[in-house]
Nanobody, 121 residues
Framework: QVQLVESGGGLVQPGGSLRLSCAAS????????MNWYRQAPGQQRELVAT???????NYADSVKGRFTISRDNAKNTVYLQMNVLKPEDTAVYYC???????????????WGQGTQVTVSS
């Protein structure tokens, strides 16, 4: 019913930048929060950044001041600008959205397929 498609991952050197995008499509009436998570090998999935409908954002302490989350509500798209990347930022990054479906009450949780970010020299 709803698909989240991520793009923008890749290999970057320490100190470099990447911009991730996640576009939502399908039977969407509205989207509440849009979030980015990440999961490194052998680690639990962790919340990186959150963008609420009204524009409020929150970040994990480990990325504050380096990452910026933003939304284009007209395009149902969320972005994650990642600057001053560190090797410990290496992970698979997942987009997540809380979606109200067209014609169906309630909010439902959807996930993208993940995009690999590798920070290495």
């Amino acid at each position: 019913q709803v698909q989240l498609v991520e793009s923008g991952g890749g290999l970057v050197q320490p100190g470099g930048s990447l911009r991730l995008s996640c576009a939502a499509s399908g039977r969407i009436f509205s989207i509440n929060a849009m979030n980015w998570y990440r999961q490194a090998p052998g680690q639990q999935r962790e919340l990186v950044a959150t963008a609420a409908t009204g524009g409020r954002t929150n970040y994990a302490d480990s990325v504050k001041g380096r990452f910026t989350i933003s939304r284009d509500n007209a395009k149902n798209t969320v972005y994650l600008q990642m600057n001053v990347l560190k090797p410990e930022d290496t992970a698979v990054y997942y987009c997540n959205a809380l979606v109200e479906l067209d014609g169906r009450p309630g909010f439902y949780d959807y996930w993208g397929q993940g995009t690999q970010v590798t920070v290495s020299s």
